[in-house]
């Protein structure tokens, strides 16, 4: 039986009549006793916030950290991946279910005892390079994430966030710039560019997200974007339009964004296999709206996951599948032409 491990939480504030307010994601929940937050892993007991998921990881893994995805982000290195039950959103079309929404439905939490030392431990055995920090949403393990994320900067480790960015402002300031706090990279998923998909298909809202993009560019982190493309839910050619603008103009034109294929999964059943035609075009609006590095992933095509030079359009970095050429790029230069090819590579 898994033994679920007690730890008083952090961010969160004291209100009246032992009731707390939670200030680690943008749903900000106000808990009575007794009852926990929209994550389902965050519980009032007494007048205190617990986190019910510490030393708790439900899935590990090591991964090419072209996995998460992060292309221009130690391209060729390992990962060493996990994350607990448990997520602040509700989406229709999770691929994660499992892990992802039990807690929300009152269900049972289970994992693996692991502390920060053990995980931290396990990644430098694995001879990974960084911490991915991903599978269901890092944001409402936070207490792991950070004890983690702070052991393994001393261990020479980089620090991964692959989330839905719905966290609070407050807790990206605790996370820190990327050369002196915990987290150097993270891939956030950009779901839609409507209020309405979010609310809906989510549970969640869009504006929290987009200001905290732009916050994490502020303190310095390595990001990239990746939207899942639904038939008929969020491909419309407009609002794709619109989103790579929002990409080019407030976070750069050097920001790569992964466009995805979808599956039918959890449930949302109904809708067909993104064709390959729309993840072509889609990748025209992001080229069209002056992204230099668009990527269609979970599909097979011709150059899909390639990095080509903006310059001179030579191969900068060939991938098949989650795997890059060997070699990497060193230097950040186009072997061609010299151009500078933004990212973190060494």
């Not at 502020?218 to 050619?237: A, K, M, V």
Request: proline share 8%; aromatic share 8%.
């Amino acid at each position: 039986m898994t033994k679920i491990h007690i730890h008083e939480a952090r961010l969160w504030k004291p209100l009246k009549d032992g009731v707390v307010h939670c200030r680690l994601c943008s749903h900000f929940c106000v808990i009575k006793p007794a009852e926990r937050g929209l994550c389902g892993v965050r519980e009032n007991r007494d007048g205190k916030l617990f986190t019910l998921v510490y030393g708790l990881p439900a899935a590990m893994n090591v991964d090419p950290v072209e996995k998460k995805p992060l292309y221009h982000f130690l391209p060729g290195t390992r990962t060493f991946s996990f994350g607990t039950m448990g997520c602040n959103m509700s989406c229709t079309f999770c691929q994660n279910a499992d892990l992802s929404q039990p807690p929300r439905l009152g269900r049972k939490i289970t994992g693996h005892s692991a502390e920060p030392e053990d995980l931290v431990a396990a990644a430098l055995e694995s001879g990974a390079k960084s911490i991915s920090y991903t599978y269901s949403e890092p944001t409402i393990f936070f207490e792991l994430v950070e004890d983690t994320a702070r052991l393994a900067r001393t261990r020479g480790l980089k620090n991964i966030l692959v989330t839905n960015g719905f966290m609070s402002p407050e807790c990206l300031d605790a996370c820190g710039p990327s050369l002196s706090g915990l987290i150097q990279a993270a891939n956030v998923d950009l779901k839609a560019f409507t209020e309405d998909y979010y609310r809906e298909r989510c549970g969640a809202r869009l504006a929290p997200v987009l200001a905290n993009l732009k916050h994490m560019r502020e303190l310095g982190w390595w990001i990239e974007l990746t939207t899942l493309l639904i038939p008929g839910l969020n491909d419309d050619p407009d609002e794709l339009s619109a989103l790579a603008a929002f990409i080019n103009t407030e976070l750069g034109p050097d920001t790569p964004w992964h466009l995805s294929r979808f599956h039918p999964d959890y449930k949302l059943l109904d809708r067909p296999v993104t064709p390959h035609e729309t993840l072509i075009k889609a990748r025209e609006v992001g080229w069209a709206a002056g992204l230099r590095y668009v990527y269609i992933g979970n599909a097979s095509g011709p150059g899909f996951g390639d990095t080509v030079c903006p310059a001179c359009k030579a191969l900068v970095l060939g991938r098949d599948g989650f795997r890059s050429q060997p070699g990497g790029l060193p230097d950040g230069q186009c072997p061609a032409c010299g151009e500078s090819i933004p990212g973190v590579w060494a």
